[in-house]
């Protein structure tokens, strides 16, 4: 079976930092995709950053602001989140798919809440 925990989320106050970690289990995507995704209340889940093979990926409204990795033996991903904003507020999501840049994300975390005050 596979699993992603995802873990750090938190309450953190504007232009502070927070640090989220994902444990994939059951397989390794070192090969493949892993990302981030978020969801606000009342709005549609949002991509955030994706690291695959040797390259990364951002959303415009994160980028400079927000990095990902991963740690191939240990098949965990990271998102390190800088001077976040209020509007950095939702619930975040780990995703991972086999291929790294073809097809849906085939398997989620249950997420995890960030909360930015201002």
């Known amino acids: 079976q596979v699993q992603l925990v995802e873990s750090g989320g938190g309450l953190v106050q504007a232009g502070g930092s927070l640090r989220l970690s994902c444990a994939a289990s059951?397989?390794?995507?070192?090969?493949?995709?892993m990302g981030w995704f978020r969801q606000a209340p009342g709005k549609e889940r949002e991509f955030v950053a994706v690291?695959?093979?040797?390259?990364?990926r951002y959303a415009d409204s994160v980028k400079g602001r927000f990095t990902i990795s991963r740690d191939n033996a240990k098949n965990t991903v990271h998102l390190q989140m800088n001077s976040v904003k209020p509007e950095d507020t939702a619930v975040y999501y780990c995703?991972?798919?086999?291929?790294?840049?073809?097809?849906?994300?085939?398997?989620w975390g249950q997420g995890t809440q960030v909360t930015v005050s201002s």
């Open positions: 059951g397989r390794t995507f070192s090969s493949g995709a």
């Open positions: 690291i695959r093979l040797s390259s990364t």
């Open positions: 995703a991972a798919r086999s291929n790294a840049y073809v097809g849906e994300y085939e398997f």
